[in-house]
């Protein structure tokens, strides 16, 4: 067993029974429907089936990072136990929780002088994000240093590929992604916008496509082309979606078809109530590791 943890924020976007499984620690962000505020908690609080609604029925959304007050008090705990840790926060250009993370480690750091925290920016969201934790697990289990496995990240963050797309503008407009005109025509011409996480860990639409059809099929091209050893690609691919299994399904059996080599069975579960705050309904998102994200 390691003497450090290995953390990450309920952004993640996985199961509690998967980061168990991988002996992987999180941290809930919060969020906030018809005024009552929750933690995100993978689904406990509020199931996702109700979360999601809840939005399609028209109710507002809000969301908060963790504050610096509760990373302490996580992290204490295992700096109590004489671990050091390394805990991976969302992406910075998604959100400011990087910021929470760095000072509660800088109010730590005088009271467990001997304990190493590193506060790692994954530049990853969703199950993007998730499926760099998992690699970092890989990496632990193997027998990494803390100080070889934050290496480990940091060098390797890039390589996660993310590709959402949405069949509802909604909430791409609210968010102010999309224009309301955009968003209004969108709709009405069955436009499918395809997106991606970019270098700097910003998610940005990339493509506007019609008809849900077609995006798949587009999504499916960009893991043919960026996917690590292309359709030979043997590594693990995440699949997460907001209220729209069918659709999940189907780009799974597509890449099953097209990529024959991939590690064990894809992995789908839903987007959070986080990150689903700002898609809403009817997105999917695809994750895999591949070439190293330039733009």
Not at 66 to 88: C, N, P, Q, T, W
Not at 250 to 278: C, V, Y
């Amino acid at each position: 067993m390691s003497d450090y943890v290995l953390s990450c924020c309920s952004t993640v976007d996985l199961t509690e029974e998967y980061l168990r499984k991988r002996n992987i620690e999180y941290i809930p962000f919060h969020f906030e429907i018809d005024g009552k505020e929750y933690f995100d908690d993978m689904g406990h609080s509020m199931p996702y089936t109700v979360f999601y609604q809840k939005m399609t029925d028209g109710a507002a959304t809000r969301t908060s990072q963790v504050s610096a007050g509760e990373y302490e008090k996580v992290f204490e705990r295992f700096l109590k136990k004489g671990m050091d840790i390394i805990h991976v926060t969302l992406s910075s250009g998604i959100s400011g929780t990087i910021n929470s993370a760095n000072v509660a480690k800088e109010m730590l750091a005088e009271k467990y002088p001997e304990r190493k925290i590193y506060i790692i920016d994954s530049l990853a969201a969703s199950g993007g994000y998730g499926l760099l934790m998992d690699g970092a697990a890989d990496k632990r289990d193997e027998g990494l240093s803390v100080e070889e496995l934050a290496a480990w990240i940091e060098e390797n963050k890039l390589r996660l590929h993310h590709w959402f797309f949405t069949t509802d503008l909604t909430y791409l407009v609210r968010g102010g992604r999309v224009s309301k005109v955009s968003g209004y025509f969108g709709n009405l011409l069955s436009i499918c916008p395809l997106l991606n996480v970019d270098f700097m860990g910003r998610l940005i639409p990339r493509y506007k496509i019609r008809t849900k059809k077609k995006v798949l099929a587009e999504t499916l091209a960009r893991m043919k082309e960026h996917a690590e050893g292309g359709q030979e690609y043997s590594g693990k691919v995440f699949i997460n979606d907001s209220a729209c299994r069918r659709d999940s399904d189907e780009l799974a059996e597509m890449i099953r078809k097209e990529f024959p080599h991939i590690d064990g069975e894809i992995f789908q579960n839903s987007i959070g109530t986080t990150i689903g705050s700002h898609t809403g309904p009817g997105t999917v998102a695809l994750f895999f590791w591949g070439d190293k994200r330039i733009d």
